[in-house]
């Protein structure tokens, strides 16, 4: 495995202009981009606080989603990576959907290449894994990869199988830091996910090298226990929860509730033995989110 140079990527620019960037925030419909997103704006904002959280803390490595389909949060994701960070995207694409055995969206090689492409993402740059997320081992990826993750989303199939699988590679290879953000922990269309991911909780207890810190607009976040705490304060404590909070099923302004934070209870906000901040089935104020995320992403 080959190793980071976190000195040149703590000086070096991301791989889209704040200007390119903000321009899809506002409309990224007027950019030409093809065919559809299935993550929400919410998502993309919070992943953009995530990467600065993780700046911050001066982690650093891969970005990139298993299950991109045609792109549109593998580049809420991909904004936030520092040239030197490699990109990575893994998908069955067209060419496998016979493989796609719970049908969840159809990946497309031509349209997230030319997604990528319009955004200035250096597409011959861009590890592609193409076919289904059991025929690479974590081990090789890694290899593939030269080095870990610091973020790494997890959107492909929605089996308990395919969780199980898939959140090896979240285990095995992300940097201490790093962070895996699980599609549909909270969609009960999927309920294959949620299986999956209580399973894996269940298996590896309070000892698992993940430890989820944030669930979220439908994702359940997850860390290395390692950055566990400090993740969890740093969400826990940004104003923006309580500023931009529109409504919620638990009161006014309590838009994210965690043991010790907006009285929440030490053994109701828990998974697999790890506290957890829920922001979940909250309206954000859109306005106030997409200007949080052009003060973060220029931090990331
Ligand atoms: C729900 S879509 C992903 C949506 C995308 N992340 C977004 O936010 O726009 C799921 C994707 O995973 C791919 N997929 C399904 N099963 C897979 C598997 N076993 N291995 C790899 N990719 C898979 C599908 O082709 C599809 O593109």
């Known amino acids: 495995m080959g190793s980071l140079n976190t000195s040149a990527l703590a000086t070096a620019k991301r791989y889209v202009s704040d200007a390119l960037t903000n321009q899809y925030i506002d409309n990224y419909k007027a950019m030409g981009l093809k065919g559809d997103g299935m993550g929400s704006r919410d998502s993309s904002w919070a992943t953009a606080l995530l990467s600065s959280i993780q700046r911050e803390a001066g982690v650093y490595g891969a970005a ?13 994701v991909a904004l936030t990576a520092r040239v030197g960070e490699k ?12 493989k796609n055995v719970d049908a969840s969206g159809g990946g497309n090689m031509g349209i997230f290449t030319h997604n990528a492409q319009t955004l200035g993402f250096p ?8 076919g289904m997320s059991s025929s690479i081992t974590p081990g090789q990826l890694c290899s593939k990869i030269g080095y870990g993750f610091r973020f790494l989303s997890i959107d492909g199939g929605h089996t308990k199988e395919i969780l199980l699988n898939d959140m090896k590679f979240a285990e095995c ?3 201490d830091g790093g962070i895996a953000a699980l599609d549909d922990y909270s969609n009960a269309f999927w309920p294959g996910v ?11 207890g309070a000892n698992s090298r993940l430890a989820p810190f944030l669930l979220h607009a439908n994702k359940l976040y997850v860390t290395t226990r390692s950055h566990h705490k400090r993740y969890l304060d740093a969400v ?3 104003a923006f929860w309580r500023n931009a909070c529109r409504s919620t099923v638990a009161g006014p302004g309590v838009c994210i509730e965690a043991p010790g934070v907006n009285g929440g209870n030490l053994w109701k906000f828990q998974l ?10 909250r309206e954000f104020d859109q306005a106030q989110a997409v200007a949080m995320w052009k003060d973060v992403i220029a931090k990331c």
Not at 87 to 98: C, G, S, V, W, Y
Not at 123 to 130: G, K, L
């Open 173 to 175: 290879c992300l940097v």
């Open 64 to 76: 990139g989603e298993i299950g991109v389909h045609h792109g549109y949060f593998w580049m809420s």
């Open 123 to 130: 597409v011959q740059d861009i590890v592609v894994v193409e």
């Open 272 to 281: 697999g033995g790890h506290a957890l901040a829920v922001a979940e089935f």
């Open 236 to 238: 826990t404590s940004q």
């Open 194 to 204: 949620h299986e999956g991911i209580v399973s894996y909780f269940d298996r590896h």
């Open 87 to 98: 990109l990575f995207a893994l998908d069955l694409f067209e060419r496998n959907q016979d």
